[in-house]
């Protein structure tokens, strides 16, 4: 596909803004500017009512250092927590720079799952509902190709928030032209960068214009995959936050302890009373197993529901919507929505199996403490499950407590 510079305006010459804090250990920190306020960041009149009237008042700290180097051409690796706002970063800076008078698709937003996609989309449409003229598309897995087409042919789509797979095919087929992008962000980019998604990712980047800028943003790093994703950046803007900042002040953290794993089904059993009390959602590291514990929860008529990537997309859509919604108060899942999606009625997680990675721990549990609020992490614990609570702590510097008694006090969280 032909990669010949877009018409549009070109963005205004790379400032010298750089911000570095690395992962283990502070860096070099160039320069300090970044924007207290969204006035200071000269946003469209139209953009800033759009912020305003999705509920944002001033920008998180995440989006006075992230916004800024993106509108100025820069590229940007990102880390920090879910819930200070990083959809906003990327969503603000791209509709900021993207020209609605230009017939070309200047902006590409990837998630990893669709159910992440979309709610960016639903973000970002909200954000932009006074831009005249901006049309935003979501390409994702379960929408039809020729309502993709159809969109795409009548008018040009100048902001488009898909899946990887999706969103490849559509660019192979020659439905979605991006020869004149100028913008290309990858959400929950540790998990995109990862054997599942890595190869996709690449081959998409290999269509883009060599001068459109990478966005990367994520809850986690790893050293690894900060090594793949300057394959793809061109002299970055990083805004990494050190591993042990990453536990979210208003976490409780807890423990049960059970002998062996076929006995950890009673010990949700006599959870279950107490996790009445709040929403949640329960961690399993397999979609047989959230099958399982789904299907023997409900056979002793305790009222649950459960989501993973193996169900039908309509099936997925309903019981996000349910959750949401708050008819259903317990969810059993995959790590399929530990990653970035906002539901801000959880105020309790369980991990009934602790995640086979560290690093997924805090994506997993940061989902009851959402926007400042009070949660509670329960993890069920078997003697082989030592070590890797044992690492959890060390490597997040937290501390994972026995559960006391009283755990249905402790719930009736305000």
Known sequence: MATTQSPCPSPSPPA??????????????????????????????????????????????????????????????????????????????????????????????????????????NVISKMAKFMKGLNILRVVEGGAISVIARKVAEAPQHIIVGTPWRVAHMIYSEIIDVSHLRIFVLDEADLLLSQKFKDKIFDINSNLPKNAQTVLLSTTMPQEIIEVAHQILN??????????????????????????????????????????????????????????????????????????????????????????????????????????????????????DLPMEKESYIRRVERSVRFGKKGIAINLVTEEDGQMLKDIQEFYGTKIEEMPANMKELLQLK
């Open 235 to 352: 002299d970055p803007v990083q805004i990494l936050v050190p591993r042990d900042e990453l536990t979210l002040d208003g976490l409780r953290q807890f423990y049960v302890a059970v002998e062996k794993e076929e006995f950890k089904e009673e010990a949700l059993f006599d959870l279950y009373d107490s996790i009445q009390v709040a929403q949640c959602v329960i961690f399993c590291n397999s979609k047989c197993k959230v099958d399982y514990i789904t299907e023997d929860l409900r056979s002793r008529k305790f009222t649950v529901s459960s989501i993973h990537d193996g169900m039908n997309y309509i099936d997925r859509d309903r019981i996000m919507q349910d959750f949401r919604d708050g008819k259903n108060r317990v969810l059993v899942t995959t790590d399929l929505l530990s990653r970035g999606i906002d539901i801000q009625q959880i105020s309790l997680v369980v991990n009934y």
């Open 16 to 121: 010298q803004h750089v911000v570095l804090m690395g992962g283990d250990k502070e860096i070099e920190e160039t320069s300090h500017e970044f924007c207290n306020t969204f006035e200071e960041m000269h946003l469209k009149d139209e953009l800033r009512r759009g912020i305003y009237s999705y509920g944002f008042e001033t920008p998180s700290l995440i989006q006075q250092k992230g916004i800024l180097p993106i509108i100025r051409g820069r590229d940007l690796l990102a880390q920090a927590q879910s819930g200070t706002g990083k959809t906003a970063v990327y969503s603000i800076a791209c509709l900021q720079k993207v020209d609605p008078s230009c017939p070309f698709t200047q902006a590409l937003i990837l998630a990893p799952f669709r159910e992440l996609a979309w709610q960016t989309h």
